[in-house]
């Protein structure tokens, strides 16, 4: 292991490499290392698809949620009524589902905050199911930046950790809210499973990084550069908890990873029935601008 170039969080030369990965001594966040391509300006240059890869794209995210559905409709609730208050039943709220994929929260919200309109955008247009088009006020991609429409609350649910430049996007996300706005975060935190096989099972550490940590999921935050990056951005943490939460059966994060032994398949399908109570791996938290 040795030190590389400077953490995109805290600015700290102090990054120590394993496998793939980089850990900042400084701030705690593990990132993808090398740092993948800005993906934010790719997608904004992306052309518009054909029908074929349209239907390409929405048979991905439909099987998405096949396989999700139920844990996504149940994360969905949690986020929704720990960022929202009984009194926000009544009132019409302007929401923003950033990043928001196949469009499912729509549902959500719908089911529990009648009042409340839902846009949604995402780097990827097509991945909007048709099925959720009613539901959600799409705003493309290329024109976010542009669109003056202002939110009661944005929503970013697992989308935090997707960016090559979460900072600058979150302070960009500042300027999209109403006065007395805020943003909801649901994010994977680091954890003692993302360090603690290193010396003993290092090719063992190395697949569980593999299945967790890359060019989609290129940062996974620590309590200290997850609160540093919101204060970054301009913004303070009103209210946070950590937990356990997965979207997904353990076979999909153990395929990912490449483990095969029907041992250790066994242990990894055992950690996340345990999960709730040995490992807190995301982190919950409402973020309020700064005065």
Same mark, same amino acid.
């Given at each position: 292991?040795? =030190? ?35 993906? &934010? ?34 994360? !969905?609730?949690?986020?929704?009524? !720990?960022?929202? @208050? ?18 499912? !929260? ?19 247009? =097509? +991945? ?12 493309? !991609?290329?024109?976010?930046?542009? =669109?003056?429409?202002?939110?009661? %609350? ?10 090559? &430049? ?16 805020? %943003?909801? %975060? ?9 360090? @603690?096989?290193?010396?003993? +099972?290092?090719?063992?550490? +190395? ?17 200290? /550069?997850?609160?540093? /990056? ?13 937990? /356990? ?21 066994? +242990? ?24």
């Amino acid at each position: 292991m040795k =030190d590389c170039e400077t953490c995109k969080v805290c600015g700290s030369k102090n990054l120590v490499i394993f496998a793939h990965t980089a850990t900042c001594k400084n701030c705690g966040v593990l990132l993808n290392y090398p740092y993948a391509p800005l993906r &934010e300006v790719n997608f904004l240059e992306r052309p518009t698809l054909t029908a074929e890869e349209h239907e390409r794209i929405q048979k991905i995210w439909l099987d998405w949620y096949i396989k999700s559905g139920d844990r996504n409709h149940h994360n !969905f609730t949690s986020m929704a009524n !720990f960022a929202l @208050s009984e009194e926000d039943r009544q009132k019409n709220l302007v929401v923003l589902d950033y990043g928001g994929g196949g469009g499912q !929260f729509a549902l959500i919200m719908r089911s529990l905050f009648p009042k409340a309109f839902t846009y949604i955008v995402d780097m990827q247009d =097509d +991945a909007l199911l048709d099925m959720n088009k009613a539901l959600n006020k799409q705003i493309l !991609f290329k024109d976010f930046n542009s =669109d003056q429409t202002k939110f009661d %609350i944005i929503f970013m649910n697992d989308v935090y950790e997707h960016l090559s &430049e979460p900072i600058k996007v979150l302070s960009a996300l500042r300027e999209k809210l109403k006065p007395g706005g805020r %943003i909801f %975060i649901d994010t994977p935190r680091k954890f003692w499973l993302y360090s @603690s096989l290193k010396k003993i +099972a290092p090719s063992l550490q +190395a697949k569980i990084l593999r299945g967790t940590v890359d060019h989609d999921h290129q940062q996974i935050w620590s309590l200290k /550069s997850f609160n540093l /990056s919101a204060e970054k951005a301009g913004f303070c943490v009103r209210k946070m908890k950590t937990l /356990s939460e997965y979207t997904q059966p353990p076979a999909y994060y153990l395929d990912g990873m490449g483990i095969k032994n029907p041992i250790l398949r066994m +242990a990894g399908s055992i950690f996340i029935y345990m999960a709730p109570w040995i490992a807190k791996n995301k982190i919950m938290a409402i973020l309020q601008p700064m005065k």
